[in-house]
T-cell receptor
Framework: GDSVTQMEGPVTLSEEAFLTINCTYT??????LFWYVQYPGEGLQLLLK?????DKGSNKGFEATYRKETTSFHLEKGSVQVSDSAVYFC??????????FGGGTRLMVKP | NAGVTQTPKFRVLKTGQSMTLLCAQD?????MYWYRQDPGMGLRLIHY???????AKGEVPDGYNVSRLKKQNFLLGLESAAPSQTSVYFC??????????????FGEGSRLTVL
């Protein structure tokens, strides 16, 4: 079945550092890919998405490119802020009614 | 802007007790979902509904029941709670299925502990 693998956290960075959170997936066909973010004490919210190969999703300074050749959707940000501290989830949908989530990666940004 | 509201936020149960989690959304969404979140395992879908009066099983449905009597409400029931059901439960809704354009809107979560 479909699956999503994320790098284990926590990822600890200093403010203004470059961020990469790796995400790879296994799926048949052409899934849509998502990044959700969960801030402390809150539910998840959509950060960005990409629906086909080579698409780049972007929002709030975060970017991720749908790479079908490497089955990856890595999340990047050029300069993180303390307010970016959260748990980030990669997810995919493969033309069904379900989202398949990765295990989540906790990001901690220190001032 | 209420969005998706879950009640209760916290609950402690003894093994064998029953309880119901209520999810309410005010966005007129057709689709609603119940997920559980466990450390290192991400979110797993328990049950979902594609419209009033309909429900379907997700990835981990055993030990749970659901009902969607009104479009805006989705109830998750535990008939006989077990320690393995200790988790954080999230309700979500969407305007359409979790397809290409679908975005999920989540509640703040309900933390359940079963002793």
């Amino acid at each position: 079945g479909d699956s999503v693998t994320q790098m284990e956290g926590p990822v600890t960075l200093s403010e203004e550092a470059f961020l990469t959170i790796n995400c790879t997936y296994t799926a048949t066909g052409y899934p849509s890919l998502f990044w959700y973010v969960q801030y402390p004490g809150e539910g998840l919210q959509l950060l960005l998405k990409a629906t086909k190969a080579d698409d780049k999703g972007s929002n709030k300074g975060f970017e991720a490119t749908y790479r079908k050749e490497t089955t990856s959707f890595h999340l990047e940000k050029g300069s993180v802020q303390v307010s970016d501290s959260a748990v980030y989830f990669c997810a995919l949908n493969n033309a069904g009614n379900m989202l398949t989530f990765g295990g989540g990666t906790r990001l901690m940004v220190k001032p | 802007n209420a969005g998706v509201t879950q009640t209760p936020k916290f609950r402690v149960l003894k093994t064998g007790q029953s309880m119901t989690l209520l999810c309410a959304q005010d966005m007129n969404h057709e689709y609603m979902y119940w997920y559980r979140q466990d450390p290192g395992m991400g979110l797993r879908l328990i049950h979902y509904s594609v419209g009033e009066g309909t429900t379907a099983k997700g990835e981990v449905p055993d030990g749970y029941n659901v009902s969607r009597l009104k479009k805006q409400n989705f109830l998750l029931g535990l008939e006989s709670a077990a320690p393995s059901q200790t988790s954080v439960y999230f309700c979500a809704s969407s305007y359409r299925g979790q397809g290409i354009a679908g975005e999920l809107f989540f509640g703040e979560g309900s933390r359940l502990t079963v002793l």
